[in-house]
């Protein structure tokens, strides 16, 4: 059977590319939770986030070579970049693509339409100012990526790899913590359970949408430093399949439950590499999108399918 041959050879690497997912998935969920909305531009976002950690890491390291701690300054460093530059691009968003449209009560659509539109600009954009071939982030590691740090089971784990889940689980535990014990988290439940009673109660519902598309953001701009800081380096196309692999996990999981995301994204990944034993990997992205078309005409709400405001 496939699965008997190497299965932690290629369930480790589908873990991380899940939690990539997941992390990229979360601002999906969150963005519809309050609005209702899928925020096609958020795979832009996802780039936003690993060219601001192409930058500092390539201007902080330049020709060093990192060694000790100063490799996980570095990464953490990355990180905040990629967070902070997709946190910027998402409040833009939503202050510049879908406030307005708020304030004028427009139908759904018009909402879809400025999404795709702003996707679009962004993508352009950034082929434009920063050039349309792919470009390497500065290492901060003196290890090679590929170098097996330890091992489960007898499969060498990557340092990459073992990057990608630290910061992903510690990005994950915070969410939930933010969402489930916070003020702001009460806000974010209360607007994606009832808007309207949630203004009437006191609730700034426009701030606590921004504040929720900046979230969204500083989770899809660190995934896309963790990205880029791989082998699959930074471009200004990077977002599109990944966004739209996350985009899957994120309905898998159930859209809006965040729990959900992170699930949906985790098993997404297993899946995917999976399918490279059993099946080719040609057919990964086949099979990712496969499983899109069978969740929505098999169980729509997804595994987890709760509202966000119900999901605490």
Same mark, same amino acid.
């Given at each position: 059977?496939?699965? &008997? ?9 589908? +873990?991380?590319?899940?939690?990539l ?14 609005l209702?909305? #899928? ?21 902080l390291?330049g ?18 970049a ?12 939503? %202050?510049?693509?879908? %406030? !307005?449209?708020r ?6 659509l018009?909402?879809? #339409? ?18 349309? /071939?792919?470009r !390497?982030?500065?290492? !901060?590691? =003196?290890?090679t990526?590929? /170098? !097996?740090?330890?091992k489960?089971?007898?499969t ?8 990608i889940?630290v ?9 939930d ?13 209360a607007v994606?359970?009832d808007?309207? &009673? ?5 609730? /700034? ?6 504040? =929720? ?7 899809g ?10 082998p ?8 599109? &399949?990944p ?8 309905? +898998? ?9 992170m699930?949906?994204g ?5 899946i995917?590499?999976l ?9 990964? /992205? ?10 929505l +005409?098999? %169980?729509? &709400?997804?595994i ?9």
């Amino acid at each position: 059977m496939c699965l &008997t041959h190497n299965f932690w050879g290629f369930f480790v690497p589908g +873990l991380a590319n899940g939690f990539l997912y997941a992390l990229i998935a979360l601002g999906y969920t969150l963005v519809y939770g309050v609005l209702q909305l #899928i925020n096609f531009a958020h795979s832009e976002v996802f780039m936003s986030g690993g060219f601001a950690g192409l930058f500092t890491l390539n201007w902080l390291i330049g020709k060093h070579h990192p060694a000790g701690m100063s490799s996980v300054g570095y990464v953490v460093i990355g990180c905040v970049a990629g967070a902070v530059g997709g946190g910027v691009v998402a409040y833009l968003l939503e %202050r510049v693509a879908y %406030r !307005p449209l708020r304030r004028r009560h427009a139908p759904k659509l018009a909402f879809l #339409i400025s999404a795709i539109g702003a996707s679009y600009f962004l993508l352009n954009l950034a082929g434009k100012e920063f050039g349309r /071939d792919s470009r !390497p982030i500065a290492q !901060p590691f =003196t290890q090679t990526q590929t /170098d !097996p740090l330890f091992k489960i089971f007898g499969t060498g784990v990557s340092l990459y790899y073992a990057v990608i889940a630290v910061v992903a689980i510690i990005m994950l535990v915070m969410l939930d913590r933010l969402v489930n014990k916070t003020r702001l988290g009460q806000g974010i439940r209360a607007v994606a359970q009832d808007a309207d &009673t949630a203004g009437l109660m006191g609730v /700034d519902i426009n701030r606590v949408i921004a504040q =929720t598309f900046i979230v969204g953001g500083l989770l899809g701009g660190a995934a896309g430093f963790l990205y880029g800081l791989g082998p699959a380096n930074v471009s200004y196309t990077m977002g599109f &399949t990944p966004g739209l692999k996350a985009f899957t996990a994120a309905v +898998l999981g159930g859209i809006g439950n965040i729990r959900g995301a992170m699930l949906g994204g985790l098993l997404l990944g297993i899946i995917e590499n999976l399918s490279v034993a059993c099946i080719s990997p040609s057919w990964v /992205d086949v099979v990712s999108f496969f499983i899109l078309v069978l969740v929505l +005409l098999v %169980r729509p &709400t997804g595994i987890l399918g709760e509202r966000l405001g119900r999901s605490a």
